[in-house]
């Protein structure tokens, strides 16, 4: 099955409505989590990360939060800004070969309405 | 700090034809990726190099894709001969090592008609 699935696939929210955006992994020896946004026609960036020993992590309006035991890490955006419009990737190392290979979920868009 | 370099940035080719990508890590990354990302999904990994050995090349159509990583640093990645459903933005990308925070290039864009 897939190592890292994303939901929801759509999400509209008002401006200055929070989203969370949720991720489950299934490699239990996965230890960093980041999310990436996407604008259109451009390329991923990071936006944020967490590392597994920490339960929170928060950069102005955006935080992600990871849940080890449940295998899920989610991102919040509060006071949404038009700006914030985009797709949002979640992502996990997954083992494989003795390394970790990057596994992206499907996506989740955006929309902030003014 | 350069970025992931990528070239060349848009490619139209017609079917069967072949055609191939070019990728420049930053500096001192050992950990390059190439992902596929079709319209509307999330990046898929096509395959995983550690300096230049492959990690994993599991998803990679080896009947029609292959990729190299000469020296451990810029990587090809070719396609031949192109099928219609190999339209999509070919993304490489580059970490300090295997499982970490792993930068983007600007991708590809190939049309295949």
């Known amino acids: 099955g897939e190592n890292v699935e994303q939901h929801p696939s759509t999400l509209s929210v008002q401006e200055g409505d929070s989203a969370v955006i949720k991720c489950t992994y299934s490699?239990?020896?996965?230890?960093?989590f980041p999310w990436y946004k996407q604008e259109l026609g451009k390329r991923p960036q990071l936006i944020i990360d967490?590392?597994?020993?920490?339960g929170e992590k928060k950069d102005q309006r955006i935080a992600v939060t990871l849940n080890k035991t449940a295998k899920h890490f989610s991102l919040h955006i509060t006071e949404t800004q038009p700006e914030d419009s985009a797709v949002y990737f979640c992502?996990?190392?997954?083992?494989?070969?003795?390394?970790?290979?990057?596994?992206f979920g499907k996506g989740t868009k955006l929309s902030v309405i003014p | 700090e350069a970025g992931v370099a990528q070239s060349p940035r848009y490619k139209i080719i017609e079917k069967r034809q072949s055609v191939a990508f070019w990728c420049n890590p930053i500096s001192g990354h050992a950990t390059l990726y190439w992902y596929q990302q079709i319209l509307g999904q999330g990046p898929k990994l096509l395959i995983q190099?550690?300096?230049?050995?492959?990690?994993?090349d599991s998803q990679l159509p080896k009947d029609r894709f292959s990729a190299e990583r000469l020296k451990g640093v810029d990587s090809t990645l070719k396609i031949q001969p192109a099928k219609l459903e190999d339209s999509a933005v070919y993304l490489c990308a580059s970490s300090l090592r295997a499982g970490v925070e792993a930068f983007f290039g600007q991708g590809t864009r190939l049309t295949v008609v």
């Open positions: 190099f550690q300096n230049n050995g492959v990690v994993d």
């Open positions: 490699d239990s020896a996965s230890n960093y």
């Open positions: 992502a996990s190392p997954k083992a494989w070969a003795g390394s970790y290979q990057l596994t």
């Open positions: 967490i590392r597994s020993n920490v």
